[in-house]
C-alpha cells in the first residue's frame, strides 16, 4: 500500500470531493491523555502539536470515510491514577480512540482499563494507540486486542545501539543512569543483557535509578558518574530528566559517549551543546538527517508551527496517522472493532522505508536509526547549528523480537 500521506497531500481535493458526496457524519473523538503540565510538559505539549497536525491534515482531506476528527486532550501529569480518571471522562465524552504515550507506567494502566472497558461494553469499545511508551511488557505478557503501539520498544532500540557498541572498541566502562519505573528498569535491563551478549569485555561501572521527573538538579549523579571512571552512559531519561542530566555534565566537564533513547528530545541538544559533538547518541524512527532532503511533512510542520524548539520530532505519530487512515480506508469504518482488525498485519510504504503492524502483538516495525550529534550536516536541531548524522539503519523487519503475547480477539 503506498504512502498514505503521499496520497492526501497529491489527491486531497478530489479526495474529499468524494467523501463530502455522502451525509454529514458525526465526529470521531480521539483522546489525547499525556502531561501537559509539571516536569514532563515539554513532552507532551510537542506531541500534542504533532497530534493535532495530522489530525487537521486528514479532516481536510475529508476526514475517516467522512468523519471528521475531533482532539480531546486531557492532562495526566504523567501519574497512572489521574490518567485512569481522565479516561474515564474521555470515554464518557465519547472518545473511541485513546493515544498516549509519556510513560509505561501510564500505558500499563490505560491498557488494562481499556480492555475492562471494553468487556464490560460490547458496541461501546475503544481502541489505545500508543506513540511512545515503550516497556517491553505492552507487548509481551501484557499484550491485548485493543492496544497497537507505534514506537520499538526498549530491546527493539537496545538492539540497534548493540550493533554500534559492538564495533567501538573505545568503550570500556559504562555507567546505567534511568528513571525508578518500569520503563527505566527496562531500558537497564536490556542494557545488561545485551551488553553480556555482544560486549561481554564491557565493565558495568554503575547501575542508578532516580525519581521520575523530579531531580531538579543532577550534579550529584553526574559526580558519582564521575567517580566511577565510565566513558560510556547509557540512559532512557526523556523531557526535563534528560536536559538536566546534560546541563550538569555539561557544567561538571563530563566527558562521556551518551547512548540515549530520547537525547535528541525537545531543549536536549541546545542543554548539551557542542560537548554533545561526537559524544550524543540516540536511536529513533526519523531524524532531519536521514536524507538529503527535508520531507513534504517536515517542510509543511515547520511553516504551521514556528518556534525555534518546533520539530517534527514523532515521525511515529505521523506513522500512527497514516496507518489509522489507511485502516479506515481498508476496514470502510470508524468502528473501532473493525479498525483493529484492519491494522493487524498492515503494511505501508512510508519515504523512510516500509512498515508493518504485526498481528501477533501490535507492535509496529518500522526502519530504526542511530544518529551521533554533529556539527557538519545539513539540517539542524532546534536552531542550535548542531543536528544528527546517521550511523546505521536498522530495516523494520530486522528490528522484529520475539514475543510472548497470547492474545485473546473478540
Known amino acids: 500500500m503506498r504512502d498514505i500521506f503521499h496520497r492526501i497531500g497529491m489527491g486531497g481535493l478530489a479526495f474529499a470531493a468524494m467523501l463530502a458526496a455522502g451525509p ?148 570500556h566502562k559504562v555507567y546505567l543512569i534511568n528513571q525508578n519505573y518500569s520503563f527505566g528498569k527496562a531500558v537497564a535491563a536490556a542494557a545488561h543483557r545485551m551488553l553480556a551478549a555482544k560486549r561481554p569485555d564491557v565493565q558495568i561501572v554503575g547501575d542508578e535509578l532516580h525519581p521520575l521527573q523530579k531531580v531538579q538538579d543532577f550534579s550529584p549523579y553526574v559526580a558519582k558518574i564521575k567517580a566511577s571512571g565510565a566513558d560510556t552512559v547509557i540512559t532512557g531519561n526523556w523531557s526535563n530528566d534528560m536536559l538536566l542530566l546534560f546541563k550538569a555534565g555539561k557544567d561538571a566537564g563530563l566527558k562521556v559517549k551518551w547512548y540515549t533513547y530520547y537525547g535528541g528530545g525537545l531543549g536536549s541538544v541546545p542543554a548539551i551543546g557542542r560537548d554533545g559533538v561526537g559524544y550524543l547518541k540516540q536511536v529513533t524512527e526519523h531524524h532531519k538527517n536521514v536524507l538529503p532532503y527535508l520531507l513534504p511533512d517536515e517542510v509543511a510542520f515547520h511553516k504551521r508551527f514556528t518556534e525555534k524548539s518546533d520539530e517534527l520530532y514523532y515521525w511515529r505519530i505521523r506513522n500512527m496517522f497514516a496507518m489509522l487512515t489507511a485502516a479506515a480506508k481498508k476496514a470502510k469504518s470508524d468502528d473501532p472493532v473493525k479498525i483493529a482488525h484492519a491494522l493487524e498485519g498492515m503494511k505501508l510504504d512510508t519515504p523512510l522505508g516500509p512498515m508493518e503492524m504485526r498481528a501477533d502483538n501490535h507492535q509496529l516495525l518500522q526502519p530504526l536509526f542511530v544518529s551521533t550529534l554533529s556539527d557538519k550536516v545539513k539540517f539542524d536541531v532546534e536552531h542550535s547549528g548542531l543536528g544528527f548524522a546517521t550511523d546505521e539503519k536498522i530495516p523494520a523487519a530486522d528490528t522484529a523480537m520475539s514475543t510472548t503475547c497470547k492474545m485473546q480477539r473478540p
Open 24 to 171: 454529514a457524519a458525526a465526529d470521531l473523538k480521539i483522546a489525547y491523555i499525556d502531561p501537559l503540565s509539571g516536569g514532563a510538559a515539554s513532552a507532551g505539549l510537542n506531541a500534542q502539536k504533532h497530534i493535532v497536525f495530522f489530525s487537521d491534515r486528514i479532516n481536510a482531506a475529508g476526514g475517516l470515510n467522512g468523519q471528521k476528527i475531533k482532539i480531546l486532550s486531557y492532562d495526566n501529569k504523567v501519574n497512572p491514577q489521574e490518567s485512569l480518571i481522565v479516561l474515564q471522562k474521555a470515554i464518557d465524552e465519547g472518545a473511541r480512540i485513546v493515544m498516549q504515550g509519556n510513560g509505561s507506567a501510564v500505558a500499563l494502566a490505560i491498557t488494562e482499563a481499556v480492555l475492562k472497558h471494553n468487556e464490560r461494553n460490547p458496541g461501546k469499545e475503544v481502541l489505545f494507540f500508543n506513540y511512545a511508551a515503550i516497556d517491553p511488557a505492552l507487548t509481551n505478557e501484557k499484550c491485548n486486542f485493543w492496544h497497537f503501539r507505534f514506537d520499538a520498544d526498549v530491546d527493539m532500540k537496545m538492539a540497534a545501539f548493540g550493533d554500534v557498541m559492538e564495533k567501538d572498541k573505545s568503550i
